[in-house]
């Protein structure tokens, strides 16, 4: 089966750089994707990394070792409205159904 | 990028009654589509994948008799969960893969999710 690790809670304060692991394991790989999700929204996607390396988006960037079912969510110059839950996600076969992590409360402060 | 659109976003029922959600794809065809329901503070947990024209495959755990879907078009899957009780209030919330963009797999559109509570 498949099973992913994050971190429960985050805190920073604005304009600082905060970073969010994730650890899977999975039978089979499919990427590695990132979702923010605000209180009682549905969530948005960040990012997707299917190889080894670094993908940037802006103020996100998102990780990826393979060799290590390991990666990292990059949230710099943070915002109050970064403050939201993060989930990291694995694809599970090629149906792209998505096995999400516990997800990570970040919390930015002034 | 593509939009799927859910209804309703929340509904109050009673006990022991149904309830239908709705799952729509508005500018793009979705062969499949996923329902996810999610607990207040906790993840997302994946209930079923719907299949257009075929039978949904459920997850382990989780009751086909009771969340009943069906996903008769290419734009539309509906969730049915029925004989509801209380301990079935919780955020459900669809998604689809778009084939257009950076391919099938990369990324995941939800829809703005149903607040169920059951009283």
């Known amino acids: 089966g498949q099973s992913l690790e994050q971190p429960s809670e985050v805190t920073a304060v604005e304009g600082a750089i905060v970073q969010i692991n994730c650890t899977y394991q999975t039978s089979g790989f499919y990427g590695l994707s990132w979702y923010q999700q605000h209180d009682g929204g549905a969530p948005t996607f960040l990012s997707y990394n299917a190889l080894d390396g670094l993908e940037e988006t802006g103020r996100f960037s998102s990780f990826l070792s393979r060799s290590d079912s390991y990666g990292y969510l990059l949230l710099q110059e943070l915002q109050m409205k970064d403050s939201a839950s993060y989930f990291c996600?694995?694809?599970?076969?090629?149906?792209?159904?998505?096995?999400f992590g516990q997800g990570t409360t970040l919390q930015v402060k002034p | 990028g593509a939009v799927v659109s859910q209804h309703p976003s929340w509904v109050i029922c009673k006990s022991g009654t149904s309830v239908k959600i709705e799952c729509r794809s508005l500018?793009?065809?979705?062969?499949?589509m996923f329902w996810y329901r999610q607990f207040p503070k906790q993840s997302l947990m994946l209930m079923a994948t719907s299949n257009e024209g075929s039978k949904a495959t459920y997850e382990q755990g989780v009751e086909k008799d009771k969340f009943l879907i069906n996903h008769a078009s290419l734009t539309l899957s509906t969730l049915t969960v029925t004989s509801a009780h209380p301990e079935d209030s919780s955020f459900y919330i669809c998604?689809?893969?778009?084939?257009?963009?950076?391919?099938?797999?990369?990324?995941?559109?939800f829809g703005q999710g149903t607040r169920l509570t059951v009283v």
């Open positions: 996600a694995v694809g599970s076969g090629n149906t792209g159904k998505l096995i």
């Open positions: 500018d793009f065809q979705a062969t499949t």
């Open positions: 998604s689809a893969r778009s084939n257009r963009g950076r391919g099938s797999l990369s990324e995941a559109f």
